[in-house]
């Protein structure tokens, strides 16, 4: 999937694992490609989504908020949602954020090979959105690429038939 990033009133960064205060090596690769996009001047706030997952006493959202902030990006202009646990959910759960605080447009922030659902959930959900995939993958082998594309076709087909 193509970089569509325009100018947008935030950036939100799509979840994915921690393991305490550490971003996976994907998470860690989605938020320095939203830091990237701030510090060009894309948007002027970062959104985070993702809760806590299971065993782990931090949400994704907030190690993203942290690493962003140990980056150089005010405090003031990251906003966090810590209610999800899915695609779905991040989604819906940074709407609510952007309602909140008046926000109309986002470029959103996952990986190349996630970016196709992530969209079509935007779109179902009506945000006005862009896409802006990790220029960077840490699915380099064939292996673990093959691995992620017929996860994301499975929860593609599931999106379309049950629309979660």
């Known amino acids: 999937m193509h970089d569509r990033a325009a100018k947008s009133d935030c950036i939100i960064v799509l979840g994915a694992a921690v393991q305490g205060t550490t971003a996976s ?3 860690e690769e989605r938020i320095r490609h939203g830091i990237s996009l701030f510090d060009s001047g894309q948007a002027p ?3 985070f989504t993702g809760g806590i997952g299971e065993g782990q006493i931090h949400s994704e959202a907030s190690v993203g908020r942290s690493i962003a902030i140990q980056h150089g990006v005010p405090a003031a202009d990251i906003l966090v949602e810590e209610k999800s646990r899915t695609t779905q959910q991040n989604l819906s759960e940074a709407l609510a954020v952007m309602r909140q605080h008046e926000i109309k447009s986002a470029i959103i922030v996952s990986d190349p090979l996630h ?3 992530a969209m079509m959930m935007a779109e179902d959900l009506e945000i006005d959105a862009v896409s802006s995939p990790t220029p960077t993958s840490r699915y380099r082998s064939l292996k673990t690429k093959l691995g992620f594309l017929f996860r994301e076709l499975y929860f593609i087909h599931h999106y379309f038939a049950t629309g979660n």
């Open 45 to 47: 706030k970062l959104v």
């Open 25 to 27: 090596p994907v998470f």
């Open 115 to 117: 970016m196709k659902r």
